[in-house]
C-alpha cells in the first residue's frame, strides 16, 4: 500500500507543478513592458499602472512633470492634459495618471491640501473614496477622488461638482502622498 501512495503522491506533486509552471508563464505573458525596466528617456516620471504602455517619444512628453510646476514634494495638476503627477523632493515623479476633470475646474496656482475624507458621496451622487480637496471655486470644494465603482464617468455639465476622479489604484496612491499641507500645483 505504501508503494501506491507514494504513487499517487508523485501524480499530485507532478500535476501541481504543472499547473504553477502554466500559471507563472500566464503573468509573465501579462506583464507590461514597462515593469521592471529602464525609465524611457526624456522622463523623470515612472509608468503607472494606468500609463499607456508601448509609446515612446508621445508618451516620454506626456509623462515629463510639466515645466513651470514649481519644485519640492508636491502634486501638480495638468489642466489641459488632464494628468497628475505626484513629485517627490527628488524632482522625480513616483507616479503619473490620467483624471477626469471635473465639472469646476481650479484656477492655475498654488494651493496646499486642506481636507481629505476617506469614503464620501459625492456631489453627483456617486460613492468616491479617499478624498483630498485642495481649493474651492465659487463654493465648490475642489479635489481627488476615485469611484468606488472604479469608473471615470464625465461629469454632468449642469451640475457644479469639483470632484477630480481618479482610478481607485491612483487614488490609493494619492491617498498615500497627498497629506494635509501637501502643495498642489494647477498648470493650464
Known amino acids: 500500500m505504501a508503494r501506491s501512495s507514494s504513487g499517487i503522491v508523485a501524480g499530485l506533486t507532478a500535476a501541481a507543478i504543472a499547473a504553477i509552471g502554466f500559471l507563472a508563464y500566464q503573468a509573465s505573458a501579462n506583464v507590461?513592458?514597462?515593469?521592471?525596466?529602464?525609465?524611457r528617456p526624456g522622463t523623470t516620471a515612472t509608468a503607472s499602472p494606468s500609463a499607456s504602455p508601448g509609446k515612446d517619444e508621445a508618451a516620454a512628453v506626456e509623462t515629463a512633470i510639466p515645466a513651470g510646476s514649481g519644485s519640492g514634494a508636491r502634486v501638480v495638476y495638468d489642466l489641459?492634459?488632464?494628468?497628475v503627477w505626484l513629485v517627490?523632493?527628488?524632482?522625480?515623479?513616483?507616479?503619473?495618471?490620467?483624471?477626469?476633470?471635473?465639472?469646476?475646474?481650479p484656477a492655475p496656482g498654488t494651493?496646499?491640501?486642506?481636507s481629505r475624507t476617506g469614503e464620501v458621496?459625492?456631489?453627483?451622487?456617486v460613492p468616491v473614496e479617499h478624498?483630498?480637496?485642495?481649493?474651492?471655486?465659487d463654493g465648490v470644494s475642489v479635489g481627488f477622488?476615485?469611484?468606488v465603482d472604479g469608473t471615470l464617468k464625465s461629469p454632468d455639465p449642469s451640475l457644479k461638482t469639483g470632484g477630480i476622479r481618479q482610478k481607485r489604484a491612483d487614488g490609493?496612491?494619492?491617498w498615500t502622498f497627498a497629506t494635509i499641507g501637501t502643495k498642489v500645483v494647477v498648470v493650464p
Open 172 to 174: 490609493n496612491a494619492m
Open 80 to 83: 489641459d492634459a488632464r494628468r
Open 131 to 137: 478624498v483630498v480637496r485642495f481649493t474651492s471655486v
Open 111 to 114: 494651493y496646499t491640501v486642506t
Open 32 to 39: 507590461p513592458d514597462t515593469l521592471g525596466g529602464p525609465a
Open 145 to 147: 477622488s476615485a469611484a
Open 121 to 125: 458621496t459625492g456631489s453627483d451622487g
Open 88 to 105: 517627490g523632493e527628488d524632482e522625480t515623479a513616483s507616479r503619473t495618471f490620467e483624471v477626469m476633470p471635473s465639472a469646476v475646474d
